[in-house]
């Protein structure tokens, strides 16, 4: 079983930034850590769940949504089994519940159908 624990939303103005993080816990990570892969996905009010970003086991396999690329950067500590999100840039449209996945994957998935395991999520709020 795995457990992830996100920390880091809070209220920000536009054009700020924060960044999330991720700790994940438990006996079937700690022992086979580098068959997940790590992801974001976040959920507006009133609207779907949807994918942010994602990244290997080995950090060297990234992927973005194109609504964040070159604004946010997905990064893994692998030593502290924790992933960050940096949100630089912020936009009120960024306004959601954030929510960090864990896929047992060595691809970069982008579904989420593809994660075995979440978080309870943060919230992130930009203001205009």
């Known amino acids: 079983q795995v457990q992830l624990v996100e920390s880091g939303g809070g209220l920000v103005q536009a054009g700020g930034s924060l960044r999330l993080s991720c700790a994940a816990s438990g006996r079937t990570f700690s022992t086979y850590p580098s068959t997940y892969a790590r992801g974001w996905f976040r959920q507006a009010p009133g609207k779907e769940r949807e994918f942010v970003a994602t990244i290997k086991y080995s950090g060297s396999g990234t992927s973005y949504a194109d609504s964040v690329k070159g604004r946010f950067t997905i990064s893994r500590d692998n030593a502290k089994n924790t992933v960050y999100l940096q949100m630089n840039s912020l936009k009120p449209e960024d306004t959601a519940v954030y929510y960090c996945?864990?896929?047992?994957?060595?691809?970069?998935?982008?579904?989420?159908?593809?994660?075995?395991?979440w978080g309870q999520g943060t919230e992130v709020t930009v203001s205009s």
């Open positions: 996945a864990a896929a047992k994957t060595f691809t970069v998935p982008v579904t989420a159908t593809r994660y075995d395991y």
